[in-house]
């Protein structure tokens, strides 16, 4: 029984992810995955990558590296707890690039933060936030389009100092954290954990299971989540070729 709920809560947190990928990405259904590509954004792993693998086709992980080669961009592709498949991307000469850990919190802070929720004529700030954070500054225009088209579907937020940003994404009754970054100068400030603590509340308010995010080994961050007090539900390795 636990192993069939954990499998129905990932695919819902899959789907979550997914739903907020493709819209700063497009998504393209191949013979057993999801290959997701924005060339504005290319060599991110984030929303560069061949995700929801379910079989082991070696045509498909070809097909795939074209299309990755075509948007210029490096071949990332996530695996979830899937032997065969990375044992056969192994032989395709991939090889481990990193781990993406996937985190939930559901208790709600002592206090309901204040942030900032964006509308249009906030874009320009939350953009500069966002490309100054991860240090992406040429993405400036592109995910600024990105915003002017998501405001509808994706609730984006800032601090009051205008040193963090986030975006929250609701889907499955989960609430998704994506985007979450501060400014150089500003890290260490508490500024992102405020972001978080609304996040947990906006989970209350509206009744849902839990507040997800997902953060990369390669970024050192998971201690810092698990003082703030998220567990882990579940990990995703990554290959790159």
Do not use: H
Not at 30 to 51: G, H, M, R, V, Y
Not at 55 to 75: D, L
Not at 84 to 91: D, P, Q, V, Y
Not at 103 to 126: F, V
Request: glycine share 4%; with cysteine; proline share 2%.
């Amino acid at each position: 029984m636990q192993y069939s709920w954990n499998k129905i809560m990932i695919s819902q947190v899959e789907s979550n992810d997914n739903g907020f990928t493709g819209i700063w990405s497009s998504a393209q259904q191949l013979e057993c995955a999801t290959l997701f590509l924005n060339p504005k954004l290319s060599d991110d792993l984030f929303f560069n990558k061949l995700t929801n693998v379910t079989c082991t086709s070696e045509k498909m992980v070809e097909e795939s590296i074209e299309k990755f080669q075509k948007n210029n961009s490096k071949a990332y592709v996530y695996s979830i707890n899937y032997p065969e498949f990375e044992n056969m991307l192994e032989k395709k000469g991939f090889v481990y690039y990193d781990t993406q850990y996937v985190l939930k919190k559901r208790s709600i802070p002592a206090k309901k933060s204040k942030c900032i929720k964006i509308a249009r004529g906030d874009i320009s700030i939350w953009a500069k936030i966002f490309c100054d954070a991860y240090d992406c500054q040429e993405w400036d225009k592109s995910v600024r389009s990105i915003l002017e088209n998501s405001l509808s579907s994706v609730d984006y937020y800032m601090d009051e100092s205008n040193s963090s940003c986030m975006a929250l994404y609701e889907q499955n009754s989960i609430l998704g954290l994506y985007c979450l970054g501060t400014v150089p100068n500003m890290r260490r400030q508490g500024t992102a954990r405020s972001l978080i603590d609304f996040a947990l509340y906006e989970v209350n308010s509206r009744n849902l299971e839990f507040l997800m995010l997902e953060t990369y080994g390669k970024d050192n961050l998971l201690k810092f989540y698990s003082n703030l007090g998220f567990d882990s539900l579940y990990a995703k390795k990554i290959f790159t070729i």
